[in-house]
């Protein structure tokens, strides 16, 4: 017969594997659990990580809409102002060049003007032929053979400088006649303090000494430059209003530096003795 004290010792050992089979079965379904939530886990941080990433992607992006979006162009560039220019005369753009700078055929002691007869009004200019013979006689030549006739006006700054820039018959900023001429008249009595002043002429260049060619830039309003581009001419009373017009209807980046909203086209240039 079992006695009392065993029955209790068996309860007590019964009662104890109960115990650690619970244990067990709760440590199985623990880690059964604890492995799934780090499945899980690791899928999230998965998905985070190229979430994240590509955040970073479009937050670039959103940056980027934003920084155009916060730049506050002037009112003739935000609301593109109405033409103030006629329609380019019929006639193609002539692609001749030359190897070498033309011969000196102007009369250095005479003096020449030149007229740009634009889209915007006709741009009249005295030339400096005693202080910039080569250039003079450079744009008397191209001008006789038609060089400039139907070209753009390719670039006109508002913002720091204030140039329209024409020359250039492929109307990109990097053509020219095939040649350089030298710099010249850079110690003109006009350029003080580093200053171009309003009504100047002046030849542009690729920033190396010498590097002239067919492009120049009129001068609107005074613009600070070194004096490393050659000043050839002076823009007549009505040929500086017919610049302000032009650049009253601003530019197209909205940036201040870019091709003008103005349909500025030469219809034709001329050179001549006066």
């Not at 350029?191 to 542009?204: E, S």
């Amino acid at each position: 017969m079992v006695s009392q004290e065993q029955r209790r010792r068996q309860l007590a050992r019964e009662k104890f594997l109960r115990q650690q089979q619970r244990r067990t079965s709760a440590r199985r379904k623990a880690r059964t659990r604890n492995a799934a939530i780090a499945s899980v886990l690791g899928v999230i941080l998965i998905g985070s990580v190229a979430l994240y990433t590509t955040g970073v992607v479009l937050k670039d992006d959103d940056d980027k809409t934003n920084a155009n979006a916060e730049v506050t162009p002037s009112p003739s560039a935000s609301k593109k102002a109405e033409d103030p220019c006629d329609k380019p005369a019929e006639g193609k753009v002539k692609t001749q060049t030359w190897k070498k700078e033309p011969a000196m055929t102007i009369d250095k002691s005479a003096k020449y003007a030149m007229k740009l007869s634009t889209t915007c009004g006709d741009i009249g200019i005295d030339l400096k032929t005693a202080a910039a013979p080569h250039t003079v006689n450079s744009f008397s030549f191209l001008a006789g053979k038609g060089f400039f006739d139907h070209t753009p006006c390719h670039r006109l700054t508002t913002n720091g400088i204030f140039v329209l820039q024409c020359g250039d018959p492929t109307g990109q900023g990097n053509g020219g006649p095939g040649y350089n001429i030298p710099d010249e008249n850079l110690k003109d009595k006009s350029l003080k303090k580093n200053t171009y002043p309003a009504g100047t002429i002046a030849m542009a260049n690729t920033g190396q000494p010498n590097s002239g060619g067919s492009q120049f830039f009129l001068v609107y309003q005074d613009s600070p430059l070194p004096p490393s581009y050659t000043p050839f001419g002076t823009i007549s009373e009505d040929g500086m209003a017919v610049l302000k017009k032009i650049a009253a209807a601003g530019e197209s980046t909205g940036a201040g530096d870019g091709a003008p909203n103005a349909t500025v086209v030469i219809d034709k240039a001329t050179v001549t003795e006066s």
